[in-house]
């Protein structure tokens, strides 16, 4: 079994900073493409930020600037580098991994969720 577990979030002060970690434990062959999700009340779950094996990155628009993902194979975790943080970042930011558990077979793993909160 893959778990994927999240650490990092709290409450902040708009304008501050926060980094979360995404780390896949369990048995696997590899990690594909990992991704940062969030979810704000009453609002869909939205992709924020994603990384593809070989670095590759991409953002959302609301983000681009401000945030940075990047990802250690070496240590099966994934980042998020949170600056300059708006009360409109407030929201569960969820982990996503493409899972290799075999050389054939590919699965898709969510966090937990972790809540991060900007005061204004």
């Known amino acids: 079994q893959v778990q994927l577990v999240e650490s990092g979030g709290g409450l902040v002060q708009a304008g501050g900073s926060l980094r979360l970690s995404c780390a896949a434990a369990?048995?696997?062959?590899?990690?594909?493409?990992m991704s940062w999700h969030r979810q704000a009340p009453g609002k869909q779950r939205e992709l924020v930020a994603g990384?593809?094996?070989?670095?590759?990155?991409n953002y959302a628009d609301s983000v681009k600037g401000r945030f940075t993902i990047s990802r250690d194979n070496a240590k099966n975790t994934m980042y998020l580098q949170m600056n300059s943080l708006k009360p409109e970042d407030t929201a569960v930011y969820y982990c996503?991994?493409?899972?290799?558990?075999?050389?054939?077979?590919?699965?898709?793993?969510w966090g937990q969720g972790i809540q991060v909160t900007v005061s204004s």
């Open positions: 996503n991994a493409f899972v290799g558990r075999d050389p054939v077979s590919t699965y898709n793993y």
């Open positions: 369990g048995r696997f062959f590899n990690i594909k493409t």
């Open positions: 990384i593809t094996s070989g670095g590759i990155t």
